[in-house]
């Protein structure tokens, strides 16, 4: 079923692929030697992203970098995060493992607290041969993980990693505990944080270009994570009257109070009442603020991307984006992620393998944790025994329609299966009792504005759903 494929055969799969399943060890260490002389990997993090880019077909929001990278790799149509917020979700990708009861449930969640015996993505690659280098947030804490990077590099800022460089909101931020949600600044792009890691991954390139090095690169861009502070002239890309605020401000129909939340993050920040929906002048300005954001985000990363060609280093690197979690822009009256709506779980991930003959696009229901093996895989690595995702590389080239045709997510003590065009959530208490559900039909309601958990029609879909996302939460989901 090979069709739309990129051709960009730099070498063989055959060659690359042939026994690196990990199933079996025969050869693999010859075939590791061989991989790391050739493929390097760019994996780029970007917070707080969701699909509302050009290459996703929203046609208001100038991401032309990000969309270039995507004509010539494999959008990922229907990615979801394993949790909805970042530290947790970071922790997941890195470790190739779904949340428990008891880990990566939170933002402040760390790996070596949680999970100190897995590998992560940078410890793996290092020990097999790759120079692995850290640069922004990609892991939520400096130092977690051991072992991971031979070089770690977290960016400085003028004050808090609220990162301002207007001095009257610097002394709100460090004196006053006052944070402004956005800023506006005619400044150059490096002045703020993500230009700063742009301009350093640039460096790591060229120096790595120098020594040969086989590399694992990872580069972590924070906007558009609150608050929207962008250079003026990524704000001036967008005319106002062009964006448009969600119609489905209500909570859907027949849902759970618990599947809600008040937006606490979004709270903390100057203008925002404590309680309450924001004015549509206020809903307006941060929607506008979030878009300025995912622009300037965008622009650096085509700097990065460009130094990579330039440098003619892009054939033999496989280049992966992707978008911690979703964020909600008030729909369903929300704001913020911390939930277990389409809005907060679905993510962008791009792949490019040019080493690869690749589909342009799939609806394979992919997660987090099966980016992990697919990286071993498309590397030579035998693919750990704690991975518990599936290798997306016979999607990526076309051979399967899907790895295992669902994704595991969750908040809080709310847990979602994605499978076919349903999304089911249950609310299980310590006890595993089910306290509330959610069930949306996306083929008839893709803006998830009808629960229809409750209607007698769908006893036995529902049913079906729950035994399944209780038999994929894994045997690990006590244990941990």
Not at 34 to 54: M, W
Not at 203 to 224: H, N, R, T, V, Y
Not at 242 to 266: C, F, R, S, Y
Request: charged share 25%.
């Amino acid at each position: 079923m090979k069709k739309n494929m990129i051709k960009t055969g730099l070498f063989s799969t055959l060659v690359l692929l042939g026994g690196c399943s990990g199933s079996s060890s025969e050869g693999i260490s010859q075939q590791v030697e061989n991989q790391k002389q050739r493929l390097n990997f760019l994996f780029i993090a970007i917070d707080d992203l969701r699909p509302e880019l050009g290459a996703y077909g929203e046609s208001r929001i100038h991401s032309p970098n990000i969309d270039q990278l995507a004509a010539g790799a494999v959008r990922f149509d229907r990615a979801y995060c394993n949790i909805a917020v970042c530290g947790a979700s970071r922790a997941s990708i890195l470790t190739g493992t779904r949340p428990t009861r008891n880990t990566w449930i939170n933002y402040y969640d760390a790996i070596t607290e949680m999970r100190p015996d897995v590998k992560t993505l940078g410890h793996i690659f290092r020990e097999n041969g790759w120079h692995t280098i850290h640069n922004g947030k990609v892991m939520h804490h400096a130092g977690d993980a051991s072992g991971s990077w031979d070089e770690e590099w977290w960016s400085e800022t003028s004050g808090t990693w609220r990162d301002y460089e207007d001095p009257e909101n610097i002394h709100k931020d460090t004196a006053l505990s006052l944070y402004p949600s956005y800023e506006a600044l005619d400044v150059d792009d490096n002045v703020y944080r993500d230009g700063k890691i742009a301009d350093k991954t640039i460096a790591d390139l060229k120096k790595l270009k120098e020594s040969g090095d086989p590399f694992f690169l990872a580069a972590g861009f924070l906007k558009p994570h609150l608050p929207f502070n962008a250079p003026k002239k990524y704000w001036e890309l967008y005319d106002s009257a062009d964006i448009v605020l969600p119609q489905n401000t209500k909570m859907p129909q027949n849902t759970p109070e618990v599947a809600m939340h008040n937006w606490g993050e979004l709270r903390q920040y100057e203008g925002i009442p404590a309680e309450g929906p924001l004015t549509d002048e206020m809903a307006h300005k941060l929607k506008h603020g979030y878009y300025a954001c995912v622009s300037y985000t965008d622009a650096q990363v085509g700097k990065v991307l460009r130094a990579l060609e330039e440098l003619d280093m892009a054939e033999n690197t496989v280049v992966v984006l992707w978008g911690d979690h979703g964020w909600n822009l008030r729909e369903h009256g929300l704001w913020c992620k911390h939930c277990n709506f389409e809005t907060a779980l679905q993510v962008p991930l791009i792949i490019r393998a040019p080493q690869l003959d690749m589909v342009n696009a799939t609806s394979a229901i992919t997660e987090f944790v099966d980016v992990y093996p697919t990286l071993c895989e498309m590397a030579g690595i035998p693919i750990p025994a704690h991975a518990e995702g599936k290798s997306l590389v016979p999607v990526i080239t076309g051979e399967a329609e899907e790895v295992d045709g669902l994704a595991i997510c969750r908040w809080k003590e709310g847990y979602t299966i994605i499978k076919e065009h349903y999304a089911y959530t249950e609310w299980l208490d310590s006890s595993d009792n089910t306290y509330a559900s959610m069930l949306f039909d996306h083929a008839a309601d893709p803006d998830e504005n009808f629960n229809i958990a409750h209607k007698p029609e769908n006893k036995e879909l529902k049913e079906t759903l729950s035994r399944e996302l209780k038999e994929n939460l894994g045997e690990n989901f006590d244990r941990y």
